[in-house]
């Protein structure tokens, strides 16, 4: 009864802070982590403690799958070398800067220290995906943060068990030839498990019409995708995000309007109170973590602090050379991108629920020394993270002169607009020359699209016309969905403007019901 009161309260704070966020034009996580520290710091709240496989297997996976499948595949092709080397090269540096910095000003033991590093290395694909979805950055910025994000999680996450493994030995050492098959296994059977998902996902999906067995399918595939990998002992967060990159890139042609749109409110629900369950989480349990701390801990302030000063400052050289790969046409200076790219790179969920897994006891039997220290420090990171450069991120942005203008999207969407309704216009005169339908039939979807173009109205109210019409516009509809597929296909239109048009386009052939 006390974890569902819990779960009530944090839904009912998650939307207040939420309408605050809107309304100041901040991103919500930051204000969620802030609104969980003072109601934390209230006397008499009872500590949060929340099992650390609750958010690996219940919440984990639908977050990752919905932030994997708002990756464009066509933009992801684009910006692979970067985000391999940052997916590689970086979470190695930054798990080793970590380790070595923690050991100088934490007096951690070398293996809990590095346990630490390996937790930090990774940005969350969580966190960056919530932050990131109100800014205005170009689409290969934008795309190279999530996709980083997405995809080095296999690398920290096996770094992190090779950490822990050492730790609980109690002074083992790293043997590379078992890391590498571990890092073999955990990445490439996930991956493999999760284009195996999404293939027998996509074979259902094509064999469903029925709008509740296809949000139901939704919901159950990350589940899915996560549980069989871990079965498999690979990684189930690798699997997760792969099968949701694929079925995001052709996922809008296995279904319908009506399917599309109501997967995507349903969906748009469960994100929003996963991710408020998860942020407050963050802020919730900081102070009950530091009540644990041992004796003689009382910098742990300064340290956290010092260590995101640290992950920043290595991400910031690993990323500045890298970014004239994915540098705007309008010629911005390559700092500022990799200024922003730095700075996009916040920590999450997902350090939290690999710090909560840490065993308790080294292999003698013993308390592993250091445990509530790297928690500690983990969360504090995370908060920092979160908060500090969440909520300066948008002035970032703006500051660099990345940002698009409103105008620019805008632009490009009616300029698309425009493509789909000359590409139906065009197929009405086709029509109109066939004879295949009555005059009346055609003149009125003529004057409407006609209208459209000259941005006059938005058409005839799809509940009052005939069954004639009805089939015409459903077919004019056909075309434009085609044509926007071709815009997108040769590069001509963002996926932002792909998936604002698609959603469009089926609320209109919704309002015109069937045929």
Do not use: C
């Not at 295949?436 to 799809?462: C, K, Q, S």
């Amino acid at each position: 009864m006390r974890a569902v009161g819990i779960v009530l309260f944090l839904v009912v704070l998650a939307t207040v802070v939420a309408t605050f966020a809107r309304r100041w034009r901040v991103p919500a996580p930051s204000l969620l982590v802030l609104a969980g520290l003072g109601v934390a710091s209230v006397p008499g709240v009872p500590a949060l403690r929340i099992p650390p496989q609750t958010i690996a297997l219940v919440v984990l996976p639908p977050l990752l799958y919905a932030a994997a499948e708002e990756l464009s595949l066509r933009d992801l092709r684009a910006v692979w070398r970067p985000v391999t080397i940052l997916a590689f090269g970086l979470v190695f540096t930054s798990a080793a800067a970590v380790g070595f910095t923690a050991v100088a000003v934490t007096g951690l033991p070398a293996g809990m220290a590095f346990v630490l590093g390996a937790v930090l290395a990774s940005t969350d694909p969580v966190a960056v995906t919530a932050l990131g979805r109100r800014l205005a950055l170009p689409g290969r910025v934008q795309v190279l943060v999530q996709a980083e994000s997405l995809f080095n999680d296999a690398t920290s996450l096996v770094l992190f068990k090779v950490a822990v493994g050492v730790a609980v030995a109690a002074g083992g050492s790293v043997e590379l030839v078992p890391a590498a098959g571990e890092f073999l296994l955990l990445g490439g059977g996930g991956s493999l498990i999760g284009v195996a998902v999404a293939g027998l996902v996509g074979l259902i999906r094509r064999r469903t019409t029925d709008p509740v067995l296809e949000t139901v399918i939704a919901l159950v595939t990350p589940y899915a995708a996560y549980v069989v990998a871990e079965t498999a002992h690979t990684s189930g967060v690798t699997a997760v995000v792969v099968a949701g990159v694929v079925l995001g890139g052709y996922g809008h042609r296995l279904s319908d309007a009506r399917i599309r749109l109501q997967v995507q409110a349903v969906y748009a629900v469960v994100v929003f109170l996963l991710e408020s369950v998860v942020f407050s989480i963050v802020g919730l349990e900081l102070p009950a973590l530091v009540r644990d701390l041992p004796g003689g801990s009382g910098w742990w302030p300064l340290q956290a602090l010092g260590l995101a000063v640290v992950l920043i400052a290595v991400r910031l050289v690993w990323t500045l050379p890298l970014t004239r790969a994915v540098r705007p046409s309008q010629g911005a200076l390559p700092w500022r991108v990799a200024g922003v790219v730095t700075w996009a790179g916040t920590r999450g969920v997902m350090p939290l629920a690999a710090a909560l897994s840490i065993p308790l006891t080294a292999r003698g039997g013993s308390a592993l020394a250091g445990r509530p220290l790297v928690l500690v420090l983990t969360t504090a990171v995370v908060a920092i993270t979160l908060v500090g450069q969440g909520l300066t991120l948008p002035g970032v942005v703006n500051r660099s002169g990345l940002a698009l203008e409103p105008e620019h999207t805008a632009r490009e969407e009616a300029e698309a607009r425009d493509a789909l309704n000359l590409a139906a216009l065009n197929h009405v005169e086709q029509l109109a020359d066939l004879e295949a339908l009555p005059e009346v039939v055609i003149d009125r979807t003529r004057r409407a699209l006609a209208a459209r173009l000259d941005h006059a109205t938005d058409g005839p109210d799809g509940s009052t016309v005939d069954a004639a019409y009805r089939a015409l516009r459903h077919e004019v509809l056909a075309v434009q969905n085609t044509e926007l597929l071709r815009l997108y296909d040769e590069h001509r239109v963002s996926d932002t403007t792909r998936r604002r048009l698609q959603h469009d386009l089926d609320r209109e052939e919704i309002a015109l019901g069937d045929d």
